[in-house]
Structures are given as C-alpha cells and as structure tokens.
C-alpha cells in the first residue's frame, strides 16, 4: 500500500474522533475519558511508525531531511500536550483549551504532512520504496495495537 495513502487515511480516521471530542463539553466528563483514550492511543500509535519508518527514510535525502525533524519537534509536542492532558481531569475549562491546542497543532502538523511532506518525498523515493514502507507501516501498526495501553 502506498505510505502516503495509509498516513492520509490514519489523518482523517483521527480527524473524525477529534470532532467527536469537540462536541463534548465540561460536563460530557465519562465521554471525554473514552474518546480521548482512543484518540491518545490512535495518535500514539501514528506518531510511533511515521518516527520509526517514515521520517529516518525522509532524513536520508537532503530534499526531505529537514521536513523528516521538523515533523518529529511536531510530535514531540502532541507527546508534551497528550502528557499533560491525561494527567488532568478532563471536565475544566484547562482540558478544554489543551485539546483546542492539541487539535489546532496536529491539524496544522497533518495538512504539512500531506501539503508539502508528501509530495516532496514522491520526488525522493520511488514508488516502491514508498509501497514498502505502506506494508511496514501497517505491520508496526498492528503490532502496536496489541500493545499499546
């Protein structure tokens, strides 16, 4: 399968349970706890392959290199707002505007992705690289979904 296709595809299965979250409010509390559990795992999850299999290969090619640790300082800090999030309850007005950020942060990081990542990689790597790297993002996927909690 191709990378980019998965990646786009995971991006709006996300967008999807973001939307959902943003429907909720303070005293949607019960709500909240379920689909931001599902969304921290979902997003853990994303930023774990793309780290592990998308940006190394973006990070060999000069055109791509400095695309490849721009979006790894992106996740780290969806990583720093998920942290702090989970640690909080999630009936305030501070959950509230945490996620605004979360989503505003991962929704700009996402239409990077897909706007000026993708297509400069396309240039970069060939299409069978880029199916290659589809399967293993899959694989790694499935194997995290096991086991991340």
């Known amino acids: 399968m191709d990378a980019f296709e998965f990646i786009k595809d ?3 299965r996300m967008d999807k349970t973001f939307a959902k979250l943003k429907e ?3 005293s949607d509390a019960e709500k909240r706890v379920t689909l931001f559990e599902k ?3 979902d997003l853990e999850i994303h930023m774990k392959i793309e780290e592990a299999i998308l940006y190394p290969e973006l990070k ?3 055109k791509t290199e400095d695309k490849g640790y721009e979006g790894i300082a992106e996740h780290d800090v969806g ?3 998920l942290r702090e999030m989970d640690s909080m309850p999630k009936d305030n007005k501070e959950w509230t505007a945490k996620f605004d950020v979360l989503k ?3 929704e700009h990081h996402n ?3 897909e706007d000026d990542l993708f297509p400069a990689a396309r240039k970069v790597l060939s299409q069978k690289k880029i ?3 589809g399967e293993k993002l899959i694989e790694e996927k499935e194997k995290l979904e096991d086991t991340v909690v």
């Open 10 to 12: 995971e991006h709006d």
């Open 24 to 26: 909720t409010s303070e």
């Open 39 to 41: 969304l921290k795992k």
């Open 60 to 62: 060999d090619h000069k």
């Open 79 to 81: 990583k720093n707002i």
């Open 104 to 106: 505003e942060s991962m």
């Open 111 to 113: 239409k990077e992705e």
């Open 131 to 133: 199916d290659e790297m």
